[in-house]
């Protein structure tokens, strides 16, 4: 912290590290509940995400199957908050037209979109063999 004399012994050390850290989730939580507050977009990917964990438990994934559901649903949201820091971080810098500005926007929102299309795809590879048969009842097939 500025200002702060820097602590000596081990033990202020390793206090004064533990508090550096705990700093430090604080400040990553704020931004995740930051971007909550401006996006709305995010919103829908809170709700898909109740619905993705709900369906899991209903469907009684396997432990590969949680990883793979986790991972993808960590890395959406992982990309999305990476795309709005970083439309944040554009208009901040360039907030009148510029190309390279308007290129840098699409890139991370292109970004998502890979995600997500690799997270559609690892949502049907999962719950298709579950939701099929259901699906298949349900129709007289
Ligand atoms: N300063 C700029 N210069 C050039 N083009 C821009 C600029 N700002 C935005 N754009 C263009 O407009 C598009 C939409 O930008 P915008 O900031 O509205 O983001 P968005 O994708 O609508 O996200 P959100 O709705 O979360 O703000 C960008 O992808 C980019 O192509």
Redesign the pocket.
């Known amino acids: 912290m500025a200002g702060e004399a820097e602590p000596t012994g081990p033990a202020p050390r390793r206090a004064a590290l533990l508090r550096r850290r705990a700093a430090s989730f604080g400040h990553a939580f704020r931004g995740v509940g930051a971007a909550l507050r401006t996006?709305v977009?995010l919103w829908f990917h809170a709700a898909a995400t109740a619905a993705v964990l709900g369906l899991g438990l209903y469907c009684g994934l396997a432990r590969w199957e949680w990883v793979a559901v986790v991972l993808s649903v960590g890395a959406v949201w992982g990309a999305e908050l990476l795309n709005t820091a970083v439309?944040a971080v554009?208009d901040l810098v360039?907030?009148?037209?510029?190309?390279l500005?308007?290129r840098a926007?699409?890139v991370a929102?292109g970004a998502v979109l890979v995600v997500a299309l690799a997270a559609l795809v690892v949502g049907l590879l999962v719950f298709g063999p579950y939701l099929l048969p259901i699906w298949a009842r349900i129709n007289g097939l």
């Open positions: 996006e977009h439309e554009v360039s907030p009148e037209y510029h190309p500005a308007g926007k699409d929102a």
